[in-house]
């Protein structure tokens, strides 16, 4: 009896180019995608038509990068922008913009986040083996 693979998953430019709304927001929602992945399942910015709920999961993905964030900082969707507003790693470029947003919440938010950066996580513990 001979043994199968196991199933290969799809690479995230395959998902972005042919997969369903269903498997790319299924890619989306796996924490196990790295931030090269997020980058290419991640809606075009400047797609009228992209589908909030696609740009909602990719800026909830724990390996979303800072550039990926700053893509949506002139969203058509409020809702969109409000989250960049708070997101821990959107660019303060985006929140120069965002500063200037026509909702007063958002813009409020992104200039009191400019006024008061929080400052930058420590590194993680380096950890060497075999030593103490």
Known sequence: MS???????PSAYA??????REE??????????????VAALAP?????????????????HPAVSAGVVGRYATHRSAAVRAVVATHPLVPS????????D??????????HRL???EPPAPP??????GRR
């Not at 998902?15 to 369903?20: E, F, I, N, V």
């Not at 470029?93 to 200037?100: F, H, K, N």
């Open 44 to 60: 075009g910015y400047q797609e009228p038509d992209a589908d909030t709920e696609l740009v909602e999961a990719t800026l909830a």
């Open 24 to 37: 790319v927001l299924a890619a989306l929602r796996d924490p196990a995608r790295t931030a090269d992945d």
């Open 102 to 111: 026509p909702v007063e919440q958002i813009a409020s938010t992104a200039q």
């Open 15 to 20: 998902l972005a180019a042919w997969g369903t």
């Open 115 to 117: 006024d008061h950066p």
């Open 124 to 129: 993680p513990p380096v950890s060497r083996p």
């Open 3 to 9: 043994r199968r693979a196991p199933p290969t998953r």
């Open 93 to 100: 470029t985006a929140l120069q913009a965002l500063a200037l």
